[in-house]
């Protein structure tokens, strides 16, 4: 795919792996490192040859934050960062019809914490946590997790982490449903690549859907929810995958899909 100073992309078949390559600073996010990673993450979100994304940093973090060394805050390119460098990552991620797996082989700080909340899933070395202290510094939570937060933790929990700059652990986060797995430290990035070639491998428009159906979901109703489920399912019905899965249910052997 591609290689620069600040990221690095690799393939391996359907599964594309992301890495935050500034780990020097704990891939502290310069303008390099949002504008390639924004550009990456729109590049793969339309490429239909990839069926799951891994998000990564290089070292020994997944991201410090903003890198307020090099780049003090500005109000107005602060709001330019985050409406057009932050932000249209940011809902790459979201929105993009893959599966999206962040690796926390170290801590998710800040703006990085944002990165690892919006993916779809989440694997953490036992070592790794994550914390947002906007607020010791004067500032609010921004890259969505003022949406973000409440939805996987509950407001009051939320509020809580935000206001004490709570270190929240791996084996926290495992119990309270942020993490999906936790692993040995540097053993991380393994699983979720394993975990990606998993999910390259199911019907493709169906995981599409579900995520589709999921995020949708967070904003809806429930009869919301249940007619866009009525109208994203008529497609999947009519899918070869759909046909060949059923077809491998009867014959008790395991489906070999297409995406498709």
Not at 52 to 60: D, E, F, M, Q, R
Not at 104 to 130: Q, T
Not at 223 to 233: F, G, P, S
Request: net charge negative.
């Amino acid at each position: 795919m591609s290689e620069n100073q600040s990221v690095i992309v690799e393939r391996a078949g359907p599964v594309a792996s992301v890495e935050l390559n500034r780990p020097a600073v704990l891939n502290a996010f310069n303008r390099d490192l949002r504008c390639s990673l924004r550009d990456i993450l729109q590049l793969l979100a339309n490429d239909a040859t990839v069926r799951a994304v891994v998000l990564t940093g290089a070292g020994n973090a997944f991201s410090s934050g903003a890198d307020l060394k090099a780049e003090p805050p500005v109000a107005d390119q602060t709001q330019q960062q985050l409406l057009e460098e932050y932000g249209p990552g940011l809902l790459a991620i979201s929105e993009m019809p893959k599966p999206v797996i962040a690796v926390l082989d170290g801590p998710a700080v800040g703006i990085g914490l944002a990165y690892a909340l919006v993916c779809d899933l989440r694997v953490m070395s036992e070592s790794a946590y994550l914390q947002a202290p906007f607020n010791r510094i004067g500032l609010l939570p921004d890259g969505g997790l003022s949406w973000l937060l409440p939805r996987l933790l509950g407001s009051a929990r939320a509020f809580e982490f935000i206001v004490d700059a709570v270190k929240l652990s791996a084996a926290e986060c495992l119990q309270l449903g942020v993490a999906n797995r936790v692993v040995a430290d540097g053993a991380a990035r393994a699983a979720a690549l394993a975990w990606a070639q998993t999910l390259a491998e199911q019907p493709a428009l169906a995981i599409a859907a579900t995520k589709q159906a999921l995020r949708g979901a967070a904003g809806s109703d429930f009869r919301t929810a249940i007619e866009l489920e009525a109208e994203l399912q008529a497609p999947l019905v009519d899918s070869a995958d759909f046909r060949e899965g059923v077809l491998a249910f009867r014959e008790k052997r395991p489906a070999k899909f297409q995406h498709r």
